[in-house]
């Protein structure tokens, strides 16, 4: 109703990354291949990383990179239910999610202020925008009409076939070997996960505003 579009793909395997503009990624891009990564050559080369660590009944984890584009201008609340906060407090709550960032999220530690913050501008259309969009599309909490690009981190599968020591209810050293099928990388089907998780938290935020502001008219 609102016509934000959420598209979410991945970035990065193990140390196998893609480079992808999340101002263009498309969806068909993203379901181009299995491994759900919108970048052909890197996409190869995570399945090849992903099948030659299944056949050593071993796992990965890596990166999802999501992008909400077309999102209006202030969603959210300025302290106990800013955006980014609720955002994280959805993805983080994913099965094996150990990580959240939004924007330059930890870069911007790299960065001065000056570096970092977003400069204003009025475009042809009169909207007012932002050059960089390192603050990921919120500031102070509220969306500001730019992208909002956020990033989950998710650990390894942690059942895998090889041995591992561990200790039985008993308490004694014994080994563990998991046995049947388990994902090698839980990466391609986060996508969907993470995608929905956001969708979830701006129709929220959405309706709020809506009571307030009687934004979708």
Known sequence: ??????IGYVKRIK???ADIDPDRVTLAKVEA??????????AAQMIDLIDQ??????????VVECVARKVPKGLGMPVFDKLE???????????ACKGFEIGSGFA????????????????DQGRIRTVTNRSGGIQGGISNGENIVLRAAFKPTATIG???KTVNQAGEATTLAAK???DPCVLPRAVPMVEAMVALVLCDHLLRHHAQCQLLG
Do not use: W
């Not at 291949?33 to 890197?42: A, K, L, S």
């Not at 660590?53 to 890596?62: I, K, M, P, V, Y």
């Not at 911007?108 to 977003?118: A, F, R």
């Open 108 to 123: 911007g530690t790299l960065m001065t202020g000056q570096e970092h913050n977003d400069e204003f501008y009025t475009d």
């Open 15 to 17: 140390d196998v990354e």
């Open 85 to 95: 906060a609720e955002l994280a407090k959805a993805v983080m709550s994913l099965p």
């Open 180 to 182: 049947g099928r388990h």
């Open 33 to 42: 291949n299995m491994v759900r990564c919108p970048h052909t050559e890197v």
């Open 53 to 62: 660590t299944r056949q050593d009944a071993n796992s990965l984890g890596g």
């Open 1 to 6: 109703m609102a016509g934000v579009e959420i």
């Open 162 to 164: 090889k041995s591992q």
